[in-house]
């Protein structure tokens, strides 16, 4: 009686062991889109609360940026790489995440000169035969802090999923002005219109995240 017991607690402890070995090894593929781009990634179940994750995002995009009177026509490049762990606290789809990112996120725009003039530090300067460009990047690398749902390792098979985050880093504004407006405008309202929009981009202190997609596990 007592080796069929050890027998049977034998068997149980090999069977969950195998469970969490199958967990362990429950891989994931993933495609999305969101404020970092279109892109997808890997990821890799350690068990039901715990996976780490690859991930490419990217996107560019030409258009419009409004900043205190001024449009800035231009283009948007964002490229996103990032590592993530992912911690699901209830051994279910609700996750909170950790990461780091190394981006190249940035905006290039010229002043359109279609009004005839651009606004620098509440002032309005003729653009005629002048320029005005505008460069606003975020940070190289940066940490990355979310919550999201979806990734589970314990759910196999197609799934959804979705991310609520910030990549830490504030972004630095440069604007070049042609040699004829730069002797126009003083050296102090260029540095102020550069930190209104770095205060307009900057969203708690860093890069907005929101990203959802479909993944599958197996």
């Known amino acids: ?6 027998t049977l607690a034998l068997a149980s402890i090999v069977a969950l062991t195998a469970a969490s070995a199958a967990t362990a090894a429950s891989n994931e593929v993933y495609l999305g889109v969101g404020t970092t781009g279109v892109g997808g990634g890997y990821s890799y179940g350690i068990n039901d609360r715990f996976a780490v994750r690859g991930e490419y995002a990217g996107l560019g995009y030409s258009g419009t940026y409004d900043n205190s009177g001024s449009q800035y026509k231009g283009r948007l490049h964002l490229q996103n790489v990032g590592v993530y762990g992912d911690w699901f606290p209830f051994a279910g789809t609700f ?12 905006f290039d725009g010229e002043a359109d000169g279609g009004t005839g003039t651009v606004t620098i530090n509440h002032v309005k300067y003729p653009l005629a035969g002048e ?3 505008v460069n606003i990047k975020f940070p190289k690398n940066v940490p990355y802090l979310g919550i999201g ?3 589970a390792p314990s759910h196999a098979g197609w799934g959804v999923y979705g991310d609520i985050g910030l990549q830490f880093g ?11 407006l730069a002797a126009q405008v003083p050296p102090g309202d260029v540095k102020a219109q550069e930190d209104s929009i770095n205060h307009d981009v900057k969203v708690l202190g860093g890069y907005p995240v929101l990203a959802f997609g479909v993944s599958y596990r197996f």
């Open 1 to 6: 009686m007592k080796n069929n017991k050890l």
């Open 170 to 180: 504030n972004p630095t504004t440069r604007i070049t002005l042609s040699s004829g």
């Open 95 to 106: 996750r909170v995440t950790a990461g780091y990112v190394n981006t190249n996120n940035h």
């Open 131 to 133: 320029s005005a460009k």
């Open 149 to 151: 749902w979806g990734h």
